[in-house]
């Protein structure tokens, strides 16, 4: 059990009904730690996304940072803006002790459904989607947090084509305090070698699974095999498949670009998002 006062220092004192406050409409998302419910806000009328997170595998996690002032899910979300990043509208604890976290309900597809289809997006559309998350990642980094589980789950595709990132429950401060060896937290086929091998690791991590999921846009297949385990993982810190074995057309610009991005080494990766979206400034491709 948590020390007495945990989740209120980092949700708030006070206390919301989540069942008079909030109608859950339906259940969209079961994530390891928590339940995602579109739902209408009594208050408001809006359709909202309400997560409700489960405090016994919140806790182990959290636990973690205590005594470093690490803010919550819901205060690192509201400091993240961006045209690619949910919006965070409330979060605190509801009258039964359960922390929640009140987003924008975004209507689409998640990524990862879209490329599970196996339907090969066009060359144009896959330039398009790793900009956008890129882009996302990018104002992660320049808000001070680095996001710690960039994979395809993690983005809705909205019905006019913008690209969301939607999730910041394992997000955390860019400092090497919150960075230390031992954090092995991610997806493990996204996973960065350094968190894998329990190393110091920074926000290059990011830039690796975002490196991941932008090979699997492009290809519909992953750099290493792919895994539903950290043994998956382990192998993220030898060769990769270049991805021109699976697109021979893809610009070199961009190819090279996306391969940088899932070097070993962290050193040899871009140094920020922006830089990634530099070097493909000039790749344009036709349908």
């Given at each position: 059990m948590p020390p007495p006062g945990f989740f209120e220092r980092l949700f708030g004192s006070s206390r919301v009904q989540l069942d008079r406050r909030y109608e859950r409409l339906q259940e969209s998302i079961t994530g390891t730690m928590s339940q995602f419910y579109k739902a209408r806000d009594h208050e408001t009328g809006a359709i909202?996304?309400?997560?409700?997170?489960?405090?016994?595998?919140?806790?182990?996690?959290?636990?973690?940072?205590?005594?470093?002032?690490?803010?919550?899910?819901?205060?690192?979300?509201?400091?993240?803006?961006?045209?690619?990043?949910?919006?965070?509208?409330?979060?605190?604890?509801?009258?039964?002790?359960?922390?929640?976290?009140?987003?924008e309900f975004v209507e689409g597809t998640l990524l990862h459904s879209l490329l599970s289809s196996r339907k090969a997006l066009t060359p144009p559309k896959r330039l398009d989607l790793v900009r956008q998350a890129?882009?996302?990642?990018?104002?992660?980094?320049?808000?001070?947090?680095?996001?710690?589980?960039?994979?395809?789950?993690?983005?809705?595709?909205?019905?006019?084509?913008?690209?969301?990132?939607?999730?910041?429950?394992?997000?955390?401060?860019?400092?090497?305090?919150?960075l230390q060896p031992g954090n092995r937290i991610g997806t493990p086929n996204y996973m960065a070698p350094e968190v894998v091998r329990r190393r110091q690791a920074d926000r290059r991590l990011d830039v690796f699974s975002f490196g991941v999921t932008a090979y699997e846009i492009c290809t519909?297949?992953?750099?290493?095999?792919?895994?539903?385990?950290?043994?998956?993982?382990?192998?993220?810190?030898?060769?990769?498949?270049?991805i021109r074995q699976h697109w021979p057309e893809i610009p070199r610009p961009f190819g090279d670009a996306i391969m940088a991005c899932i070097a070993a080494e962290p050193a040899q990766r871009p140094e920020t998002l922006d830089a990634f979206l530099a070097r493909i400034k000039g790749v344009a491709l036709d349908a």
């Open positions: 909202v996304g309400l997560k409700i997170i489960d405090p016994k595998k919140l806790e182990p996690v959290e636990g973690r940072y205590k005594g470093l002032g690490k803010p919550s899910e819901g205060e690192i979300g509201q400091q993240i803006t961006g045209p690619n990043i949910v919006k965070t509208l409330a979060w605190g604890m509801s009258s039964d002790g359960r922390p929640y976290v009140v987003q890129a882009t996302a990642i990018a104002a992660v980094h320049k808000s001070g947090f680095v996001h710690r589980d960039i994979c395809p789950r993690n983005f809705i595709l909205r019905p006019d084509g913008t690209l969301v990132l939607i999730d910041f429950g394992l997000t955390v401060p860019d400092k090497p305090v919150f519909l297949d992953l750099p290493w095999p792919r895994g539903t385990s950290g043994k998956a993982a382990l192998a993220h810190d030898t060769s990769p498949a270049d």
